[in-house]
């Protein structure tokens, strides 16, 4: 069964730093584009950051450019997002996105919770 794990979210300061992963298991990781959405309360899940499955080219969304960083690992099969300089409208739930474009399958982790506040 496939899964997608999340882990390193919590409670951290303005201006403080969280490093979030992401391990997948059973799916042909390589084949992937890896990505992260978050969702904050009242609030559609907005794309966040992406990173492709061959390239690894990488795409930020306007809000976290510059201090946001995604990588993956296709030997680890895992995917980080360093989240550095965080704000109180980084706050949301965090969730892992697989999607392999040339059969369009998609899969999402269950969310880590990112709370940024003094």
């Known amino acids: 069964q496939v899964q997608l794990v999340e882990s390193g979210g919590g409670l951290v300061q303005p201006g403080g730093s969280l490093r979030l992963s992401c391990a997948a298991s059973e799916i042909t990781f390589k084949n992937y584009v890896m990505r992260w959405y978050r969702q904050a309360p009242g609030k559609e899940r907005e794309l966040v950051a992406g990173?492709?499955?061959?390239?690894?080219?990488?795409n930020y969304a306007d809000s976290v450019k510059g201090r946001f960083t995604i990588s993956r690992d296709n030997a680890k099969n895992t995917v980080t997002l360093q989240m550095n300089d965080l704000k109180p409208e980084d706050t949301a739930v965090y969730y892992c996105?697989?999607?392999?474009?040339?059969?369009?399958?998609?899969?999402w982790g269950q969310g880590t919770q990112v709370t940024v506040s003094s």
């Open positions: 990173i492709g499955s061959s390239s690894g080219s990488t």
């Open positions: 996105n697989a999607y392999w474009v040339l059969i369009r399958r998609n899969y």
